[in-house]
């Protein structure tokens, strides 16, 4: 499926009231990482009360020591501080980087805003180099846009 076609699924998810945020985000999740063959690692971040980090929601991937995150600390925690999209084609020439896994090649961490406010993040690694495209920047931003709509 094509990042096109998969934008009314995604739609369709977000809509399913019957079920908690949670598990809606979780089918975003399945249905990326299903879908997409080099998204390999697709997971939710999300600041964690009035803390300065990120707490782990949904993800579908190998599991990760990185359930808490500090602000400013690898991609993600860079992106709760910058507010920008963050696309790294190579982590290895990354500084401020944290290794999930050694198969983990590029990474791409897109904010998610709730009413101008920077609530959370997707977060997907790939085990492929360099694999990410405008176009994946694009359509991971409408992602989190009907997300945003579903958080309180």
């Known amino acids: ?24 985000l979780l089918k975003i999740c399945e249905i990326l990482e299903t879908n997409i063959d ?7 971040y999300f600041k964690n009360g009035d803390k300065n980090e990120l707490k782990l929601g949904p993800f579908i991937g190998e599991p990760t020591d990185h359930t808490i995150i500090p602000f400013g600390k690898g991609i993600c925690g860079q992106v709760a501080v910058s507010n920008e999209n963050f696309v790294v084609p190579d982590v290895a020439a990354q500084d401020n980087y944290i290794a999930c896994s050694i198969t983990v090649k590029a990474e791409i961490v897109i904010p ?41």
């Open 38 to 44: 080099y998204y390999n690692w697709v997971g939710f």
């Open 1 to 24: 499926m094509t990042l096109l076609e998969l934008k009314p699924h995604i739609k369709s998810i977000v809509s399913q009231s019957n079920l908690t945020v949670d598990e809606r």
């Open 112 to 152: 998610i805003f709730v009413n101008g406010e920077n609530k959370g993040q997707i977060d997907i690694d790939s085990n492929t180099p360099d694999p990410f495209t405008e176009a994946d920047e694009r359509f991971l931003e409408f992602v989190c846009k009907e997300v945003a709509n579903i958080l309180n």
